[in-house]
């Protein structure tokens, strides 16, 4: 019996998270059967029971994934010295993340956003999750406060501020901007990276007499 290769192991991974991530995104977690998820991948339940348990666990998954992108994304940029800029940073993980879940629609429209949404709210009555959201977020958080420690240190921020609170607040920027991708539509975001080097570029009252 010949062996299947890792990759089409992967690809068929892909697919599953691929489908499920469709119809979660269409339907709600809780609307959407597992069965829903076979139609959607056109698979057996053996073939994909063999990769995940249940809809709890592709929910996971799906959420670990992206939140391994979104670190990844920010600790790659931690490397640089001095590191990006926050509104040329923000905006290149986020597009970078938006590419790689472009496939992915509803009804002719991105999915990847109003699925966030629905992760945030489930993560309220689902224990496993909300834990597997703490944790991912907390490596993104002590990603961007290891990034919030360069500037300060290459003289680029105030070192007034504590890295943790600048760190919650880019978070809440990028985790907004999604919102407004799913309740809104579609915007680029260069538009958040021009917001923010706007608010960037303000100077205290006193300072422009």
């Given at each position: ?21 469709i119809c ?157 991708q799913a ?12 917001g923010l ?13």
């Amino acid at each position: 019996m010949a062996r299947v290769s890792q990759e089409h192991l992967d690809a068929r991974r892909r697919q599953i998270l691929d489908g499920a991530a469709i119809c979660f995104a269409r339907g709600g977690f809780h609307a959407t059967s597992m069965q829903d998820v076979l139609k959607e991948v056109d698979l057996s339940a053996g073939a994909v029971y063999r990769y995940f348990s249940g809809k709890e666990e592709l929910i996971a998954a799906i959420v670990g994934e992206v939140l391994g992108q979104v670190r990844d994304g920010f600790e790659e940029a931690a490397r640089s010295t001095p590191p990006p800029t926050p509104d040329l940073l923000v905006a290149s993980v986020l597009k970078r993340v938006l590419a790689s879940k472009e496939s992915l629609t509803v009804d002719g429209r991105p999915a990847f956003p109003g699925l966030v949404v629905q992760v945030w709210a489930e993560t309220i009555r689902n224990k496993e999750l909300s834990a597997v959201l703490q944790e991912g977020y907390g490596t993104v958080r002590a990603a961007w406060t290891r990034i919030v420690r360069d500037y300060q240190d290459a003289g680029m921020m105030r070192a007034d501020v504590p890295p943790e609170h600048v760190a919650r607040t880019m978070m809440a920027a990028a985790m907004g901007f999604l919102a407004q991708q799913a309740l809104f539509g579609p915007t680029s975001a260069d538009d958040l990276a021009h917001g923010l080097r706007a608010l960037m570029s303000m100077r205290d009252g006193a300072d422009t007499n």
